[in-house]
């Protein structure tokens, strides 16, 4: 069961694994450095005894490297206590040094093992009644008055059969409930296939979890609730269903992506409705500034929406990497509205930057795609992208979900401010209705772009080239190729080249170009096409992404890769698809595990 668990959170994090069970008065444990394949291995030579009590961990390194000793549990109490640990101590130096003059020694370069012994150190420290009463409750909650950082932690004690006790603080934890039986996870998929019924905590809560019971503690004893929810997903959407990997499935999964985030916006009166937008029509109406919040291929999302919602509201839209946006001091207020993208929920620098705007007075919403997840609860209001489980490490199904939520999001601003004509938004709506068939059509004509992958697996170096909405969408396809098949890719807005990028051209480099569609009255098809032309006669070798019936194009690339006729500001939605197909199949022709790429990790719950 702790196995299966960790296969379906290895996403997660897969530098080492382990596990440990509680056993006739005895902590057993085993763990292994490498993937989770690799303690299966040790199990096998070793097995475990059989227990109805263990945890189970699966590391991203933070603090020491990914080897056998760093990885989790760690063992402390002389053997008795087992801990695993998600997160980073920020004191645990001083912590350390304290207990070391305490006597206490140390196996690992982790901090983990230094909460491990400080909770260890906490138990010994108990009276007998406070032992005879959850002892290992107490002695969470005395531990965790002495933690600075992030931290989500687990741990069972040889002397209190049946019982896991958890902590959180800023580090994402679910109570799964079963019947006789209860689970603790960093997300619902651990237990998926046991319950459907789950408890979110609130930060700084212990939860005190035994076959019958869930109790739930600040850090100070005081008794505390969750909240509890369906999980509206099975385990059968988190399996590959036949696909040879989850990115696969999940590039796949994309026109129901779509689909299900559209899904149920219609008031009873046809207008846009966004029934989760808690925040009053009149603060919205106030919205003079909006700034959008976000890492890595959700900031690409919002850096899309940045045009929509500002061609349709007229509000002055920025997008800002979660990361670098508290550090700058920012300038917002009441009257400005902080969205903020984030497929897990739980991204730290994202998760940051929220509590941040929310402290300066701004009104924010999050759009998510995890139920129950950190940034979403503290969000005045959410907007839930309905793309289903994302497992893959690299982001597919989840970008184009949250371009479509961003976007009702600015249709529903445009309806309320009387920035557009109802009339206006329902042909937008309607284009967007029409999306996941196209998307489809894409996929199923997927053939030449894979044989362009596997041509190519040998490529140093791939450019990007892309303008206005197609420049996003031109950073997120190097980011795909980047994270998954290791190679230099670079995204350009493709006005910017000859700036200084063009220098990196020379014979057969190969460049990808976004091209807009020729229709229309302000398209900037023409001058993409000179930026085409500008690279080729560098010696570039050009693919382009262009829209269906765009001949014009043919002449001046290597290969050409069509996509349905859509309006200008939905074609990311479209023109994105083929860039992860061609990610996914050179990272495989290269052998590269594209679920679980180096180096990476699905959820970045650290800063
Ligand atoms: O869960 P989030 O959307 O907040 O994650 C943000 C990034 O870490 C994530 O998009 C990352 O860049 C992906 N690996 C991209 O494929």
């Known amino acids: 069961m702790l196995v299966e668990g960790l296969r379906r959170l290895e996403y997660r994090g897969y530098d080492s694994a382990g596990v440990a069970v509680l056993s006739q008065g005895r902590v057993e444990s085993r763990k292994k450095s490498g993937k989770l394949m690799k303690l299966l291995d040790v199990l096998e030579a070793e097995p475990l005894p059989e227990s109805p009590t263990g945890i189970g961990h699966t590391r991203w390194a933070t603090h020491g490297g990914p080897t056998d000793v760093n990885a989790h549990p760690h ?60 002892g ?3 002695a969470m909650q005395m531990a965790c008055q002495r933690l600075e950082g ?18 959180r603080r800023n580090s994402p934890l679910v109570v799964g409930l079963g019947d006789g039986e209860n689970f603790l996870g960093s997300d619902v998929s651990a237990f998926i296939n046991y319950t459907r019924r789950a408890v979110e905590l609130g930060q700084d809560q212990i939860v005190t979890i035994t076959p019958e019971s869930v109790e739930i503690t600040d850090f100070y004893g005081a008794p505390a609730q969750g909240r509890e929810y369906e999980i509206d997903w099975d385990a059968s959407a988190a399996e590959m269903g036949g696909y040879a990997s989850f990115m696969e499935k999940e590039i ?27 925040i009053d029509a009149d603060r919205l109406n106030a919205v003079n500034k909006i700034i959008v919040l976000a890492c890595g291929t959700s900031a690409y999302a919002g ?67 995890t139920n129950g997840s950190t940034i979403p609860r503290e969000s005045d209001a959410v907007l839930y992208t309905h793309a289903g489980p994302e497992i893959a490490v690299a982001s597919t199904k989840a970008f184009l979900a949250q371009i479509t939520a961003a976007y009702l999001l600015g249709l529903y601003l445009a309806q309320l401010r009387g920035n557009k004509f109802q009339g206006e938004i329902k042909d937008v709506l309607a284009d967007l209705a029409k999306t996941p068939d196209k998307i489809q059509q894409i996929l199923d004509n997927s053939g030449q772009i894979k ?110 890769f069509y996509i349905p006729e859509t309006p ?13 197909i061609f990610a996914c199949e050179l990272a495989t022709a290269k052998g590269y595990d594209v679920d679980q790429p180096r180096n990476l990790a699905k959820s970045v719950t650290v800063e």
């Not at 992030?150 to 040889?158: G, Q, S």
């Open 451 to 560: 044989d362009l992958a596997r041509s190519m697996s040998e490529s140093r170096s791939v450019l990007f080239l892309g303008r206005h909405v197609g420049f996003p969408v031109a950073m997120e396809g190097a980011l795909k190729l980047k994270e998954l098949a290791y190679i230099h890719a670079e995204g350009f807005a493709a006005g910017e080249l000859k700036h200084g990028p063009i220098a990196l051209i020379e014979e057969g480099q190969p460049v990808f170009v976004v091209v807009p569609s020729p229709r229309g009255r302000n398209s900037l098809h023409a001058k993409v096409v000179s930026n085409i032309q500008e690279v080729r006669a560098r010696g570039a070798k050009t693919i382009v992404i262009a829209e269906e019936g765009d001949e014009a194009v043919r002449a001046y690339a290597e290969h050409v």
């Open 136 to 138: 290992l409750t107490v």
């Open 303 to 369: 850096q899309v929406a940045k045009y929509a919602i500002e061609h349709w509201c007229r509000i002055p839209t920025e997008v800002e990497l979660s990361h670098e946006f508290r550090y700058r001091d920012p300038i917002l207020d009441q009257d400005t509205l902080v969205v903020s993208i984030s497929q897990s929920g739980e991204t730290m620098d994202t998760l940051m930057a929220v509590r941040y705007a929310r402290e300066q007075g701004a009104m924010t919403v999050a759009i998510c795609n």
């Open 252 to 278: 796949h999964d994309q026109p129901d992506a779509v689909a299900q985030t559209l899904l149920g916006r219609s008031g009873p009166d046809g207008s846009l409705a966004l029934d989760e937008m808690r």
């Open 150 to 167: 992030a931290f989500t932690l687990l741990a069972v004690h040889a002397d209190q059969p049946g019982v896991v006790v958890a902590a």
């Open 75 to 134: 063992l402390a109490g002389g053997g008795k206590l087992a801990l695993i640990h998600n997160g980073i101590i920020e004191n645990f130096a001083e912590l350390k040094a304290e207990l070391a003059e305490g006597g206490h020694s140390f196996a690992s370069d982790t901090d983990t093992e230094v909460a491990a012994v400080l909770l260890a150190d906490c138990y010994e420290r108990l009276l007998p009644s406070e032992v005879a009463w959850g």
């Open 568 to 580: 200008p500001l939905l074609a990311p939605l479209l023109a994105t698809v083929p860039l992860q």
